[in-house]
């Protein structure tokens, strides 16, 4: 067993404080991966506070890890010993089932293990994330980063990049295609990044007329005020694709107005409640309102490889772990740009 440094709430309502926990020794086809730096999610925080349910406590949360390969079992092949890797929201799935056989381990028929919070089937219990010093996973989901991106900034690549890469190479984005984006955070920043390295014209919907400029700076070709009703009455009818990141309750309608026939929207953001869809919206330009979940294993690498090519990562803010809870109150306030990392160094 390995002892390791980490952060956890104890209850729905304490803060993250330090915790030492073990982890399981590396068996024959497990990667020990030293943790550098781990991506802070917004998901972190309803799980923590278990505002979703079902949180199982001591909760360690974390899923955008990042880190060197520090040992591997006796019959990992596809690391070694000094590897930069990779760790997402899943560590195992069932395998066995048409979506595991078709790469799509996300959607796993009998239930992938999460990160954190999932049932550890080793050693009993639940699952710890990465806000630790170390975590052992087995090699089939652990993922290779492109040595020439910032390690740091790679981090929110495992949760925000493929989160959002999924869709738009699902509904085949690329150029010629009119794309929209709808909201700036730390999904909708990575949407605007890799729509526009796909070859999309990207226009950027936000309420915020402060982020026109960032918006732009990203790959946005424009940006466009969702509360300007004129600017929005003239872009009706006229996109192929719009990925929506808002968390928050919006006008789920004003969007698919947008679409052209057969244009599709993806929610990838996840309000507390039911988003109200007028049906007439959907049916008289057989549009389409979908949904997406993180991507599988293979998806996510093929992600990172393409982040790779085009020097794409997340716009970051990086902290030390005693300021978690200081960047969960920033992130209820939309104040970060666009997503925290932590320094696992901080761990001592």
Known sequence: MLKTKAYAAQSPNSLLA????????????????????????????????????????????????????????????????????GVGC???????????????????????????????????????????????????FVLHIPANL??????????????????????????????????????????????????????????????????????????????????MAKASNSFDFILDAVSAQHDINAYLSLLKREGTLVQVGAPPQPLPVAVFSLIFKRRNFAGSLIGGISETQEMLDFCGKHNIVSDIELIPIDKINEAYERMIRSDVKYRFVIDTASLG
């Open 18 to 85: 330090p915790f030492s926990f073990e982890r399981r020794d590396p068996g024959p086809t497990d990667v020990q991966i030293e943790i550098l730096y781990c991506g802070v999610c917004h998901s972190d925080i309803h799980a923590a506070r278990d505002e979703w349910g079902g949180t199982s406590y001591p909760c360690v949360p974390g899923h955008e890890i990042v880190g060197r390969v520090s040992k591997v079992g006796s019959k990992v092949t596809k690391f070694k010993q000094g590897d930069l890797a």
């Open 90 to 140: 899943m560590v195992d799935s069932c395998r066995v089932c048409d979506s595991c056989k078709a790469g799509l381990e996300q959607y796993c028929e009998n239930g992938n293990v999460l990160t954190y919070n999932g049932p550890d089937k080793h050693l009993g219990g639940h699952t710890f994330g990465g806000y630790s010093k170390m975590v052992v996973v087995d090699e089939d």
């Open 150 to 231: 910032d390690l740091k900034a790679v981090a929110p690549l495992l949760c925000a990049g493929i989160t959002t890469y999924s869709p738009l190479r699902h509904w085949k984005v690329g150029p010629g295609k009119k794309v929209g984006v709808v909201g700036l955070g730390g999904l909708g920043h990575m949407g605007v990044k890799l729509a526009h390295a796909m070859g999309s014209h990207v226009t950027l919907f936000t309420t915020s007329p402060s982020k026109i400029e960032d918006g732009k700076r990203l790959g946005a070709n424009d940006v466009i005020i969702s509360k300007d009703k004129d600017r």
